[in-house]
């Protein structure tokens, strides 16, 4: 694994374009083989998309040498849980401990606002997401059915129940 600097913080407003552009190119590069090709979004997102879900959950970036490498965001569901959002890493940036850095900053946040649980939606069919979000503690929740096949809901408890 090479190792290489990175900062985490969060996405400010005119990160929008380099954002829209790592979330459209990682998702072609990942999902464009397991969709199918009728029901395949290219790209994912609409810069105007994009604003309008900064509204409801808050993205978060991994710089290095300051460029975007990849992005993440968390959005408030009910019942004091958070839900990852469009968890991506640039093709050349992939399996060198990003993802699990940036999924770990959007978890310490969400202890830090009081949230108990975190949970992630996934295509059941992407292999490599679920053993990414397995490696993280997460586990199956449910399946909810997609015109394709089926994604999965995986939950992570934030805080451990302790008897006293
Ligand atoms: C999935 C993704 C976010 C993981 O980020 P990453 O920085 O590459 O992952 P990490 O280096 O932190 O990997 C942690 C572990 O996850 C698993 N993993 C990650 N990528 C994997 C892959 N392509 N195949 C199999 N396992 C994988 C491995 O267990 C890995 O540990 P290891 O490298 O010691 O074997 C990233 O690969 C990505 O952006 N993929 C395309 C988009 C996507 O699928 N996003 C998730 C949408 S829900």
């Not at 380099?18 to 190119?25: A, F, R, V």
């Not at 509204?55 to 978060?60: G, W």
């Amino acid at each position: 694994m090479t190792m290489f600097d990175y900062v985490i913080e969060e996405a400010q407003l005119n990160d929008a374009r380099e954002i829209l552009l790592i979330i459209n190119t990682a998702n072609r590069e990942a999902f464009r083989s397991i969709i199918p090709e009728e029901h395949f979004r290219e790209p994912l997102l609409s810069l105007d998309e994009f604003l309008e879900r900064t509204k409801r959950m808050t993205f978060y970036v991994c710089r290095s040498k300051s460029r975007i490498v990849s992005v993440a965001a968390i959005e408030l569901r009910s019942g004091k849980t958070g839900r990852v959002q469009h968890v991506y890493v640039l093709p050349d940036y992939q399996r060198r401990g990003v993802g699990t850095a940036l999924v770990t900053h959007l978890e310490r946040r969400a202890r830090e606002i009081g949230l108990h649980t975190m949970e992630v939606v996934t295509d059941e069919r992407a292999e490599w997401a679920v053993r990414f979000y397995k490696k993280l503690g997460y586990s199956l929740a449910s399946k909810i059915e997609n015109p394709w096949g089926f994604n999965l809901l995986l939950k992570k408890q934030l805080y451990v129940k302790r008897d006293i």
